[in-house]
């Protein structure tokens, strides 16, 4: 994928964008991944996100992970996707052992309990926030009308009838297909 913004990065700079990325966020960066490289750095643009985070999604693996390898490719080939996927991970893995040992020590306090409710809620809030972003920008798209029912559909047929999201899956990614063909 040809990404001007990000080809010739140094290793340097790509670990310093994906620890900060890995620092910032708990509980998934998908909501600080946009922030951080459309809004912050300048690295993407919203389509370039929007298209990244897409695939990451439909192949095996978390969808920012994805989205962190092939950036990582795009600066510096093998060895940047290598640097940006080990930024990525390996703070949040020291800060999820740390935190794992303290939690096993404040098992059932009531305070310890609280706390996590209210990191959940955090969590969930930022998480809507960055999908309503990520949906404002894909209203700006020439076939932003097919793009928004995709959307709506999908998100209905998990939440609302309960069908399982393999299956839901299978048809969003044949059906985008089929458009993206028709389109070309």
């Known amino acids: ?99 794992l040992a303290l939690a096993v020590q404040l098992d059932g306090f009531p305070t310890a309990i609280a706390a996590e409710r209210a990191v959940l809620c955090g969590a969930a809030g930022i998480t809507i926030a960055s999908g309503l972003r990520t949906l404002r920008s894909l209203a700006k798209a020439p076939t932003a009308r097919v793009r928004i029912t995709i959307v709506a559909l999908i998100s209905a047929t998990l939440v609302v009838v309960g069908v399982p999201l393999l299956a839901v899956a299978a048809v969003g990614v044949a059906l985008s297909f089929f458009l993206a063909w028709k389109r070309a």
Do not use: C, K
């Open 1 to 99: 994928m040809n990404l001007p913004a990000v080809h010739g990065r140094s290793y340097g700079e790509i670990a310093r964008l994906f620890s900060l990325l890995a620092l910032r966020g708990f509980g998934g960066v998908a909501a600080q991944a946009r922030d951080v490289l459309v809004e912050r750095e300048g690295w993407l643009s919203d389509t370039e996100f929007a298209e990244l985070l897409g695939i990451g999604q439909i192949v095996p693996g978390a969808n920012v992970t994805n989205l962190t390898a092939v950036v990582g490719y795009a600066a510096r080939g093998v060895p940047g996707a290598i640097v940006a996927l080990a930024a990525l991970t390996l703070p949040s893995l020291a800060i999820a052992i740390g935190l």
